[in-house]
């Protein structure tokens, strides 16, 4: 009797600590390891049940702490996912990453990346040679996710601790428990049985129906976000906008409140042509127009319920079609 075909899968190797290995003799109970020393064909090798799943190509496109992403590696992961999204011997893309900024991989993927193939980022947040390390069984069920039919047209997934998140949603919200990842409406489902299992979709656009395109694109817009505290000062945003950044996500408190000691000097950055995006530095919850300040008399913009490391990426996304504050606003209203 035929066996059905296997999906194949496309893995990308671009380190972090699923790829890492332990430095001290004690192993599982040291938190001392270096992240990004083993190859994207070993993670594989030391997971045999993955060869039942899926016929699996690795790659290794990066081998880097996830910290070290620029917007220039960005852009290559996402041109990389989408060459190979294109094409036919591929059903879906597994990435293998590190959890610091998976989050922010994750939805630039889901806004640039015009596939409804599967598209699923994994990692772990113990290396290898951790006592119960997390990255095999992470890998196995990232592997389920992105072979299985059902996972398709859902944007990309992130795939962590038995559960399945949105890109749009998801954040790493605990530096080391291995439940670090939620997502403020919940995951879209969980990994069960080896299978996917789903509970929710998502509304908002993404990947096939994005309105972004990178092709064209040399490099992002630069933006920067700051970050809420007592007792700030002007003149980060200004040092910001020394840099050439074209807007500043402004990571207020609660509902994205500013200062008042702040205002004149963050109302003045319109007039020097840069956008400021309100957002909430507790990560989560949609702001209000004109609640918390007078962002229709300041031209400012704020997210819907993005966190900051996200509202960046969409800013500057946003920033590559319109300069119209307006017109962003309604971006950050859609996705
Ligand atoms: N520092 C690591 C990284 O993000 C952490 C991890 O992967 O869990 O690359």
Redesign the pocket.
């Known amino acids: 009797m035929n066996r059905p075909r296997r999906p194949s899968l496309a893995l990308v190797g671009t380190?972090?600590?699923?790829a890492g290995a332990g430095t001290a003799p004690e192993g599982g109970m040291s938190a001392a390891y270096q992240?990004?020393v083993v190859g994207a064909d070993a993670l594989v090798a030391g997971v045999p049940a993955l060869a039942r799943l899926a016929e699996l190509r690795a790659e290794q496109l990066l081998q880097i702490?996830?910290?070290d992403f620029t917007d220039a590696l960005l852009l290559r992961l996402a041109r990389r996912v989408a060459e190979l999204c294109a094409r036919d011997d591929v059903d879906g893309v597994v990435i293998t990453h590190?959890?610091?900024?998976m989050e922010e991989s994750a939805y630039f993927l889901h806004l640039t990346v015009r596939s409804s193939k599967p598209i699923v980022l994994t990692?772990?947040?113990r290396p290898a040679t951790a006592l119960a390390a997390d990255g095999p069984a992470n890998l196995l069920h990232a592997v389920a996710v992105a072979a299985h039919p059902s996972s398709a047209g859902r944007g990309v997934l992130v795939v962590m601790n038995e559960e399945i998140h949105s890109a749009r949603d998801v954040a790493k919200v605990h530096a080391a428990r291995l439940d670090a990842f939620a997502s403020p409406h919940g995951p879209l489902g969980l990994v069960a049985e080896g299978a996917p299992r789903w509970y929710r979709a998502l509304t908002r656009p993404h990947t096939t129906a994005s309105d972004f395109d990178i092709a064209a694109l040399d490099a992002l817009p630069l933006v920067g976000v700051v970050t809420s505290h007592g007792n700030m000062r002007a003149e980060i945003h200004d040092a910001w906008v020394a840099q050439g950044a074209r807007a500043i996500v402004h990571a207020g408190f609660g509902g994205g409140t500013v200062p008042d000691y702040l205002k004149a000097r963050l109302a003045a950055l319109r007039a020097r042509g840069v956008l400021l995006v309100r957002a909430s530095r507790t990560g989560a919850g949609a702001l209000v127009r004109n609640a918390n300040a007078d962002d229709d008399a300041h031209g400012w913009v704020v997210t819907d319920d993005q966190n900051p490391p996200r509202a960046r990426l969409l800013a500057a996304l946003a920033l590559t079609r319109t300069q119209d504050a307006q017109a962003i606003q309604r971006l950050f209203n859609s996705y």
Do not use: W
Not at 98 to 101: E, I, K, S, V, W
């Open positions: 380190g972090g600590t699923i992240s990004a702490d996830s910290a590190g959890t610091d900024t990692g772990a947040m």
